[in-house]
């Protein structure tokens, strides 16, 4: 079973039902913010529907097709991160969110790097996918610190809210991967 603690301050843990009130308060306390990026926001109502979104997580976990992490700062749940699976292409993609009062201390790309080195070491991918909206510099400044080629642009590949976004994909082959 995955777990990391990349530092002091950091953990990187699966998320387990236990969790979903604690991850609800999470979403709950900044809302407004989270829906900008990411779509699922408003229709997450409750305790019961996280417990539902990390019921199929752990489903995924144990077939082989995800890898859905808490991340803990000091102790605190604070934001996730996880890595959807394509084995037949040894492929992966990675997503991930943190709770305003976490950011701008570099947690995710910390947790980004985590995970790419366990996609690319135990996991054995050949290639990890980011996409994030065109607009969304924060998502995309973590790709590019760690060094991913950004590809292209998927034109209103994503509906947020009430409105189409165009993503930027960047990518990273295990033969390019240094740990950046
Ligand atoms: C995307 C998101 C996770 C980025 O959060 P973040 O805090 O900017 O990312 P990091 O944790 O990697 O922190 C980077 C920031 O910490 C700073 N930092 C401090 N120490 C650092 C370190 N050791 N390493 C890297 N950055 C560090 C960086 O300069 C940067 O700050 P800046 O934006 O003022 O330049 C966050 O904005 C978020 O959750 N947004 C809403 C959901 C979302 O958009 N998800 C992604 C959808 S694709």
Known sequence: MFASRIDDDLELRPL?????????????????DLRTWLPWV?????????????????QK???GRGLTCGIWHRGRLVGVIELRLDP????????????REARGQGSMT????????????????????LRAALGN?????????????????????EWVNDHFEDLAVYA???REWHGA
């Open 16 to 32: 387990e039902e236990r969790h979903a009130q604690e991850l609800f308060e999470v979403i709950d306390q900044d809302r407004k």
């Open 42 to 58: 408003d229709a997450s109502r409750s305790a019961d529907d996280i417990a539902a979104f990390i019921g199929s997580a752990r």
């Open 61 to 63: 976990l144990a077939v």
């Open 88 to 99: 037949a292409h040894r492929a992966g993609e990675i997503g991930y969110w943190l709770g």
């Open 110 to 129: 910390r947790a980004t790097r985590a995970l790419v080195d366990h996609g690319f070491g135990d996991l054995g991918l050949h290639r990890i996918v």
């Open 137 to 157: 510099r924060a998502s995309r400044a973590i790709a590019e610190r760690l060094g991913f080629t950004l590809e292209g642009t998927l034109r209103e590949a």
């Open 172 to 174: 990273m082959l295990r």
